[in-house]
Each structure stands twice: as structure tokens, then as C-alpha cells.
């Protein structure tokens, strides 16, 4: 959205939209932004035109509060409403636009004039609806009852919405709405000291990743999923027949430095004591195998795949199905018309889309297809045949993907799953998700890659022994590990399901490890966890 649209935007009370820089949503005040933009919202472009956006920090910084004291914690899974915010952000739109008094005051706030030209409000005014019929499309389809709510979301889900159902279709809206579902399958935001070093990435580990073009690769996905511009379009003469990069707003250059930036963010150190004696304990007991109640079986750091000269990254802990929560590989089933990039392929590495595809390919081939675009860029010459076909069959047939590309062969893929898939509450071995390695793990509540056990020393717990709802915010619980019962920050209570329906998006079921343990043992190994 233009820098100016959003400082002008009001919200019911006739406050500013971007007052106390949107901490009612969890954001965090940002010093260096004299325009009230909270940590991790940005302003790009010339002055008088700039657009805000967001980068990671919005979603990737966290603050927890203890003892009357605040901890930011760069890299922590943010404990941020997104979906209150996107749905204020559209309600606010929608009472602008349906409100004359107010849109002039708006349009004379965003031309910078007194008494702006009626020419130009109007042409504002029609910007603005045509904006509003993108975002309200998406917002009004995509957006769940119940909410995420704070600290989580459906990110996968909402990244195939935006691309698929915002970008593909005909101009000038680009919409195609049926693409558009209800994102429905909420995970918690992962941290992010681990991500750069890690040989897969995502929740179900379905992208490789441990080198600087996998994570260009991770990365891009997410700027087309969280509202960059995207308008590909068929043009025989660019190499792979599509121009990927048509209006597109992606920074590649920015997103190298952002990724280096990520990597010089470490796990967060305990900022309280530790009793020593009791965590030399809790080692042992992390250190045992895992059917005698240890963790390092599925959760040590191992060396990963080398994928550059001495890059060595850590192998991805074990993809297995523990009996947690099974949501997310409905969205990986999911399935998109695919307008513009309907037979668009990238040799050698996906076939050519169908009218109808999986999503996911649909994003794996929109993103490889940038990044090839922009670092091996082919157009036609006069000499070349004239005839769009033949040209396109020279271009596949000189192409050969630069070896400093190769592993982009790998960057998404569908992991194994059943189909039709159903509601079960055994384990089985079919919908797996990732371990994670416990550094810094004390800063990642709530717990389950869903986000639906409150702290780690419930996480230790049966499952039918869970809390069954808690409420969610900044405050935080030193001695079970997570979060504190009580929460004054936001007004949320999630309320989560049993092992009966792992299928919920909500399921407190699985990872039933470590529950035998004594309770003096149990504590040991929480006082561990602290240290990492």
C-alpha cells in the first residue's frame, strides 16, 4: 500500500490506522521510523511515492515480559494478531471508500494540498477501489473463524492464496477468486537463527535449504506470498516462454543481505540464573535415547548435506509423524487454475502446468523461474527464427542451468502423503513434520508446530493432560517454560482439540516424549533446556 494511503488512514475511533505503531496487533515500536511503521514494516521507493511492506523482522522479532521487564529477542517467533490486523486494515478501507466527508479529508491528507484538484480525488478514489477489490477478495475468502490468533498463522495456505488467486489471472485485476480458500491450517512463526544453516526448511520440510541460492529461493516465496507485486506474463521471446519478472517487485539484491543479516542472529541466551548443578542433570537426561525419555535422538545438532565448498549445514532433524496435528497437508493438497503460467515449465526440474495444478507447483515454478530469469536472462535477436514456437524450442534447447543453480532442483517439493486423507487419531508414519534443534527453544512459545501447547513443561504431559485452552500474549512463565497463565496483552483464548480430531488445525495431540520421566527428573531437563 503507498506509504501515504496508510499514514492517512483512520481507524473507527478517528485515531491514525498506524497509531501506538500498531502495537494493539503485538508490533513493536521502531525509534528509527519517524512515520509510526512498526519493527519490521519498511518504507521502499522515492520520496513522495514510497510503498510500506514488510519485511522479516515483522514476523521474526519477539518480546517477552517478566519480573516488570521487557526482552527483545531478535530472530523469536513475534507474538503479533496478524489476522486483526489485516481485517481492521480492510475495514478501514471499506469505511473510507464508503464515506465522502472522510475521503476527502484522506485525499487532502494524501495529495498534500488544502483543496485538492476533483480530478484528482477521483482518480485517487478509483486507485483506492482498485486496490480494496484485490485485498477485500483476499481477505474476505482466505481469512478463518475461528481466528489464528496471535503468534500464529496460516502461512503456507495464505502464500498459495495471494499467488495463485492475486497474481495468474487476466488484467487489470489479476484475480482469479476460486483459487482463493480458507486458510485454515494456523502454525506457529518459527525463529530464525536456525534457518540459513538447516538442509530443509518449512514445518513439513518439504524445501531444501543450507546455501545462499535456497534461501533466495525460501525468501522469494515469501515476498510473493506476503504482498509483493507479481504480474508474470506469456513472451515467447524470454528464455523459458514467460517473463517472470514483468512488474515484479522483487529485490533480489535486498533479499541477499537480508539473508545475511539472518545468519548473524545466534540463539537467545537465558537471561535469568541457572542452577547449574540441576542442568548438568537435565544433560544427561536430554542426552538418553529417546524411548528412555532423552531428546538428542530427534533434536541434536548433526552436520547436514555440504552444498557449498566448506558450508556445512545441519541435518535436517527427523521428518516423522509424532501425532501431532495433520492440517497442513490439506493445504499441500491444494489445487489452483493456472491463468497466465498454464504450461509454463522449468527443464529439467517441474513439468509444465496443467489448467488445474497443485499450488504448490504453481509457487515452485513462479519462483524458480524468477530467479533463473534474473540471473541467466536470454531474449531473441534478429537473427533468431522468427516464429514464437520455434524460437521457444531453441531457447530449452540451449538452456542449461548454471551449476551455481543446480540446487534449485530441490527448493519445493510435495512430501509423501495419503489420498484422499481423513481424520484419524493413531499415528501413522505419513504426515511427518520436523523436529527442530532445541537452541534457543526457551524463546519459542507456544509449542508443536502448531503453536497448541502453552510451554514446555506441558509439552511433557500426555496429551489428554494439556492444557485444553490458555491464553496468548508476552508473558512469560520462568519455570514451566513458556507462556504464563495469565495475559493481559491481548483479549485471546485458543481453544484446542483432542487426539480424537488430529485434523483440527488445533490438535494439542502428539510428541508424547518424555512423559514417563520422574518429576524431579522433568525439571532437571527443563533447567537444561533453558541453557541452549
Known amino acids: 500500500m503507498p506509504l501515504s494511503w496508510l499514514e ?22 521502531n525509534p528509527a521510523n519517524s512515520n509510526d511503521l512498526p519493527v519490521g514494516f519498511t518504507a521502499s521507493g522515492p520520496q513522495g511515492s514510497q510503498f510500506a511492506g514488510m519485511t522479516c523482522a515483522a514476523c521474526h522479532t519477539r518480546q517477552i515480559s517478566a519480573d516488570g521487564t521487557e526482552y527483545r ?38 495529495l498534500g494540498v488544502a483543496a485538492p484538484n476533483p ?36 502461512a503456507v495456505g495464505m502464500i498459495f492464496n495471494r499467488l495463485t488467486g492475486l497474481d495468474l489471472g487476466p488484467p487489470p485485476t489479476y484475480l482469479i477468486s476460486d483459487n482463493i ?5 494456523p502454525v506457529r512463526y518459527p525463529f530464525l537463527w536456525n534457518a540459513p544453516k538447516q538442509d530443509k526448511t518449512q514445518w513439513p520440510g518439504f524445501a531444501d535449504n543450507g546455501n545462499d541460492i535456497l534461501g533466495l529461493a525460501r525468501n522469494l516465496g515469501e515476498v510473493y506470498g506476503v504482498f509483493g507485486v507479481f504480474e508474470p506474463t506469456k513472451e515467447w ?3 523459458l516462454g514467460v517473463n517472470y519478472l514483468n512488474n515484479n517487485s522483487a529485490n533480489f539484491n535486498g533479499l541477499d543481505k537480508l539473508e545475511d543479516l539472518v545468519k548473524q542472529i545466534g540463539p537467545p541466551k537465558w537471561p535469568w540464573p541457572v542452577d547449574a548443578a540441576l542442568a548438568a542433570r537435565g544433560s544427561a537426561i536430554y542426552n538418553r535415547p529417546t524411548k528412555q525419555g532423552g531428546c538428542s535422538d530427534c533434536h541434536g545438532i548433526r552436520p547436514g548435506e555440504v552444498r557449498f565448498l566448506d558450508v556445512q549445514t545441519w541435518a535436517t532433524t527427523p521428518l516423522q509423524d509424532v501425532g501431532t496435528d495433520t492440517k497442513e497437508y490439506d493445504i499441500l493438497n491444494w489445487t489452483a ?8 515449465e522449468i527443464p529439467f526440474i517441474t513439468s509444465p502446468l496443467k489448467e488445474s495444478d497443485l499450488a504448490i507447483s504453481v509457487l515452485t515454478t513462479s519462483v524458480l523461474g524468477s530467479i533463473i530469469q534474473n540471473y ?17 524450442a531453441k531457447q530449452l534447447e540451449r538452456f542449461r542451468l548454471p551449476p551455481a543453480l543446480q540446487d534449485l532442483k530441490g527448493a519445493f517439493h510435495l512430501p509423501d502423503q495419503p489420498s484422499p486423507r481423513s481424520k484419524q ?29 502453552p510451554t514446555l513443561y506441558d509439552l511433557l504431559l500426555p496429551a489428554d493432560q494439556r492444557p485444553k485452552t490458555f491464553k496468548i500474549g508476552p508473558a512469560y512463565d520462568k519455570v514451566n517454560v513458556g507462556l504464563a497463565i495469565e495475559q493481559t496483552k491481548f483479549d485471546y483464548t485458543l481453544d484446542t482439540t483432542d487426539c480424537s480430531d488430529r485434523n483440527s488445525g488445533n490438535s494439542r495431540c502428539g510428541h508424547e516424549f518424555g512423559t514417563q520421566l520422574r518429576p524431579e527428573e522433568k525439571k532437571a531437563l527443563l533447567e537444561y533446556l533453558k541453557t541452549l
Open 8 to 29: 492517512a488512514l483512520k481507524q473507527p475511533n478517528g485515531a491514525p490506522f498506524l497509531a501506538d505503531s500498531l502495537g494493539r496487533y503485538g508490533y513493536l515500536p
Open 73 to 110: 529477542i531478535d530472530g523469536g517467533p513475534a507474538i503479533v494478531d496478524f489476522q486483526s490486523f489485516l481485517l481492521d486494515l480492510d475495514a478501514a478501507v471499506k469505511s473510507l471508500l464508503g464515506d465522502d466527508t472522510a475521503f476527502q479529508t484522506f485525499a487532502r491528507a494524501v
Open 376 to 392: 541467466v536472462p536470454f531474449t531473441a535477436t534478429a537473427q533468431e527464427t522468427a516464429t514464437a514456437q520455434e524460437m521457444q
Open 181 to 185: 480458500k480458507r486458510a485454515d491450517a
Open 337 to 344: 487454475t493456472t491463468g497466465v503460467l498454464k504450461g509454463a
Open 237 to 239: 521471446w524470454h528464455i
Open 119 to 154: 480530478a484528482d480525488v477521483v482518480t485517487l478514489k478509483e486507485n483506492v477501489k482498485a486496490w480494496y477489490l484485490r485485498y477485500n477478495t483476499l481477505i474476505m475468502r482466505a481469512l478463518p473463524t475461528p481466528p489464528w490468533g496471535p503468534s500464529r498463522l496460516d
Open 425 to 453: 487419531s493413531a499415528p501413522t508414519t505419513q504426515y511427518v513434520f520436523e523436529a527442530r534443534v532445541m537452541e534457543g527453544i526457551w524463546a519459542a512459545a507456544p509449542y508443536l508446530h502448531n503453536g497448541s501447547v
